[in-house]
């Protein structure tokens, strides 16, 4: 067998582990498995890949170990040291990394070849430029909001929608120049810049409320970007994986966006977010609060037990002790199970992940759409750090966020809040949860208060 066969075989098993891996992600009781079949078939691309460029003479095995055990050690410091709240800047700085190495290899085709070979390889060079350096730039900007590094709310200006459009006008009537009649130093680097400046312009007026939308179309962009990448360079294997990647980030968008009951050219242009948009006023509404020793006498004796993770919870990382909590209420014999909101965190799965750390049981976690109808049923809904998911005036056709689907946790026998205060989600509107007669708000750090709980509910 000669190497070229070697070469395809291996790269027919990395597809095939490409695929096999991402079906394995769709659930959160497989998704480890398949994130370590998708990282094994990366391997093996990258092996082959750089093992034949060392046979042609081009590269040294000495540099292709020492960027393996580099790469290694980076990747396996991040994964340690992150913390869970930073997961979703980490997926973001991710996306723009992809994106940024797409826009490289086609920038470093344009220049090994002096130019464009043909057409074909102009297009696909263009486009690899065009949508890798757009993910590279608006993933730093999604990473910034995230952080904290920039105001989480949408960044409006006058004339914004007419400016992104003459850039994106712009980009394609210059990369159409430069593949009709051959392109110049000066028109690729311009042509890079106007990519570059829309990234940031396209993510910029999106607020923090729609970031899990953002974060999944980024990661479309990027798997888009390396499956330009690979016709590029000719790579096959490339062209799989980043479609795979390019088509379930759409899938997974689309989702987002029919969770919020909301369009994609809605969540990208409308400005969704900003603070105090239609604020309802508080006046002098009651608001009935209790302490852990009340609170945790309410799960004691309850029968049914609901909680509603948020990215409260993320923040605090409280998620091991809200496990414990749980497991003291069942050891009681109480029905505990979580519903969890496709839209809750600031990434999608966000609380999915958030739990599996805690090695909560995955039968025990509900769709929205699962558990909505038995809320009227349960005797106690507790909500950890969510706002905007509970919120019951989404039912209310004059409100910013009508029609998003909620978690229907005001329809409980009793609804207990875990909040720091009264402060709005990012919506930037009010929550007429919390005045409701059988809500009762636990104020506090979601950590301080689920430790006191669990130890009221040691002893109740």
């Given at each position: 067998?000669?190497?070229?066969?070697?070469?395809?075989?291996?790269?027919?098993?990395?597809?095939?582990?490409?695929?096999?891996?991402?079906?394995?992600?769709?659930?959160?009781?497989?998704?480890?498995?398949?994130?370590?079949?998708?990282?094994?078939?990366?391997?093996?691309?990258?092996?082959?890949?750089?093992?034949?460029?060392?046979?042609?003479?081009?590269?040294?095995?000495?540099?292709?170990?020492?960027?393996?055990?580099?790469?290694?050690?980076?990747?396996?410091?991040?994964?340690?040291?992150?913390?869970?709240?930073?997961?979703?800047?980490?997926?973001?700085?991710?996306?723009?990394?992809?994106?940024?190495?797409?826009?490289?290899?086609?920038?470093?085709?344009?220049?090994?070849?002096?130019?464009?070979?043909?057409?074909?390889?102009?297009?696909?060079?263009?486009?690899?430029?065009?949508?890798?350096?757009?993910?590279?730039?608006?993933?730093?900007?999604?990473?910034?909001?995230?952080?904290?590094?920039?105001?989480?709310?949408?960044?409006?200006?006058?004339?914004?929608?007419?400016?992104?459009?003459?850039?994106?006008?712009?980009?394609?009537?210059?990369?159409?120049?430069?593949?009709?009649?051959?392109?110049?130093?000066?028109?690729?680097?311009?042509?890079?810049?106007?990519?570059?400046?829309?990234?940031?312009?396209?993510?910029?007026?999106?607020?923090?409320?729609?970031?899990?939308?953002?974060?999944?179309?980024?990661?479309?962009?990027?798997?888009?970007?390396?499956?330009?990448?690979?016709?590029?360079?000719?790579?096959?294997?490339?062209?799989?994986a980043g479609s795979l990647v390019g088509a379930a980030g759409l899938i997974l968008t689309n989702l987002m966006c029919k969770a919020m009951n909301r369009s994609l050219a809605n969540v990208m242009f409308a400005g969704f977010?900003?603070?105090?948009?239609?604020?309802?006023?508080?006046?002098?509404?009651?608001?009935?609060?209790?302490?852990?020793?009340?609170?945790?006498?309410?799960?004691?004796?309850?029968?049914?037990?609901?909680?509603?993770?948020?990215?409260?919870?993320?923040?605090?990382?409280?998620?091991?002790?809200?496990?414990?909590?749980?497991?003291?209420?069942?050891?009681?014999?109480?029905?505990?199970?979580?519903?969890?909101?496709?839209?809750?965190?600031?990434?999608?799965?966000?609380?999915?992940?958030?739990?599996?750390?805690?090695?909560?049981?995955?039968?025990?976690?509900?769709?929205?759409?699962?558990?909505?109808?038995?809320?009227?049923?349960?005797?106690?809904?507790?909500?950890?750090?969510?706002?905007?998911?509970?919120?019951?005036?989404?039912?209310?056709?004059?409100?910013?966020?009508?029609?998003?689907?909620?978690?229907?946790?005001?329809?409980?026998?009793?609804?207990?809040?875990?909040?720091?205060?009264?402060?709005?989600?990012?919506?930037?509107?009010?929550?007429?949860?919390?005045?409701?007669?059988?809500?009762?708000?636990?104020?506090?750090?979601?950590?301080?208060?689920?430790?006191?709980?669990?130890?009221?509910?040691?002893?109740?």
């Amino acid at each position: 067998m000669n190497l070229s066969i070697l070469m395809e075989l291996a790269y027919l098993i990395s597809a095939v582990l490409f695929v096999f891996g991402l079906k394995r992600m769709g659930s959160p009781a497989t998704a480890v498995r398949g994130n370590q079949l998708a990282s094994l078939a990366m391997l093996i691309a990258i092996v082959t890949t750089l093992s034949d460029q060392a046979l042609q003479g081009r590269i040294t095995w000495g540099v292709i170990a020492g960027g393996l055990v580099l790469g290694s050690v980076i990747g396996a410091f991040a994964a340690r040291t992150v913390k869970m709240t930073s997961m979703p800047e980490m997926v973001g700085i991710f996306n723009g990394l992809g994106g940024g190495a797409s826009a490289i290899v086609a920038l470093a085709e344009y220049f090994r070849a002096g130019g464009f070979e043909s057409s074909g390889a102009a297009v696909s060079i263009m486009i690899g430029i065009l949508i890798g350096t757009v993910t590279l730039s608006g993933s730093y900007i999604a990473f910034a909001k995230l952080s904290g590094q920039m105001t989480g709310n949408p960044i409006l200006f006058p004339g914004q929608k007419i400016l992104n459009a003459g850039l994106f006008l712009a980009a394609l009537v210059l990369g159409g120049m430069m593949v009709a009649n051959g392109p110049t130093l000066q028109l690729v680097l311009i042509f890079t810049g106007i990519a570059f400046f829309l990234g940031i312009l396209l993510v910029i007026p999106i607020g923090g409320a729609d970031m899990p939308v953002v974060i999944s179309l980024l990661n479309s962009y990027s798997g888009l970007a390396a499956a330009a990448a690979g016709f590029v360079i000719g790579n096959n294997l490339l062209i799989i994986a980043g479609s795979l990647v390019g088509a379930a980030g759409l899938i997974l968008t689309n989702l987002m966006c029919k969770a919020m009951n909301r369009s994609l050219a809605n969540v990208m242009f409308a400005g969704f977010g900003t603070e105090g948009a239609g604020a309802v006023e508080i006046g002098d509404r009651t608001v009935r609060s209790a302490d852990a020793e009340q609170v945790a006498l309410m799960l004691a004796y309850a029968q049914s037990v609901v909680f509603v993770p948020g990215y409260g919870l993320a923040v605090a990382q409280a998620q091991h002790d809200l496990k414990k909590v749980a497991g003291l209420l069942e050891e009681r014999g109480v029905d505990v199970k979580y519903a969890i909101h496709p839209v809750a965190g600031r990434m999608p799965g966000h609380m999915n992940v958030l739990l599996a750390e805690a090695d909560v049981p995955y039968p025990q976690l509900y769709d929205l759409d699962e558990i909505n109808d038995d809320f009227p049923t349960v005797d106690v809904a507790v909500v950890v750090g969510a706002n905007d998911v509970v919120n019951p005036l989404a039912r209310d056709p004059k409100s910013v966020i009508a029609g998003m689907p909620i978690l229907d946790v005001d329809k409980a026998r009793t609804c207990i809040v875990m909040k720091r205060s009264l402060s709005p989600g990012f919506a930037g509107i009010d929550n007429p949860l919390f005045y409701n007669e059988n809500t009762t708000m636990f104020f506090g750090n979601a950590k301080e208060s689920m430790v006191d709980l669990a130890k009221e509910v040691r002893e109740a």
